[in-house]
């Protein structure tokens, strides 16, 4: 797992006192030194939801100052609220620094470096968000079959890889991503499904780079292709790849590994 942020001074996640009208809470975003959003989560007496409003943040001074109308408002049947295992002296600063909303059904919204809303395969019944380097949170969910839902990697990990191990999610799909192997770790580092489909290389062009499984594979295509023709070497041959093979290729490796992609919907992306 990466290794947690540095404990230097900074703006706490803070909870709001209970009020008469019910309890209310209030949370600050994480992402990369940043706090992008700010979340207020009130459940009144008596009502089963609570009500949910994120508030964008405003970065025209050193520290954020927040809309004051919400960009956008819930209603959720169950708050995540993201809390990160090796902060927890800390919670105050590190709870709530991302954010899993229970809508209704297998819907739910994440609210992290954006929001987006998604389908789950099963309930969930787990959220993790350990801080690692640099303040950036590694948000997780897991249902109540196993699968892990990767909320920064937009990819979904089958229970089945968690039988036998408690390993972190991020750090076995990270290891796991590999097609071939990375030249840029000295000796390279091999992947765990060596020689997928007989690849051992792959090009952009005229240059080598290390391939790697993406959830979006026609998106990562045309951002790729904008650099150059994609290339696989098998044996002695260099292929080149259209648009289809390369989403094959993806496909079937996610098949192969147990991955496959979280799709979801960009409700509000974050003030760049």
Known sequence: MKQPADDAPEPGNKRAAVSADGRKATYLVHDNGGRPFKISVQRQPGDPKAQVQVFKAIYDEEMPRYEEEPCISFSAER?????????????????????????????YVFVGENVFAFTAKYPITKYVSPVGNNDVP??????????RYLMISSVIVTGKLFENSDTD????????????ADIGMVPPKQPFHAQFQGITEFWIGENQYTFRYEPHPEKDFDRLSRRGELSVVKGSEKI??????????????ADLAGFETLHSETLVERHI
Do not use: C, I
């Not at 990160?84 to 059904?105: T, V």
């Not at 590694?138 to 699968?147: C, K, L, R, S, T």
């Not at 999610?169 to 071939?180: E, I, N």
């Open 79 to 107: 708050v995540f609220v993201g809390q990160s295992p090796k902060h927890a002296k800390h919670r105050a600063r590190f709870d709530g620094n991302s954010l899993l909303l229970h809508l209704e059904g297998l819907k």
């Open 138 to 147: 590694y948000p997780w969910a897991m249902d109540e079959q196993g699968f």
């Open 169 to 180: 999610p991020y750090d076995l799909f990270f290891d796991r991503a590999l097609m071939t």
């Open 240 to 253: 080149k790849l259209s648009k289809d093979d390369y989403v094959t290729l993806m496909q079937d490796f």
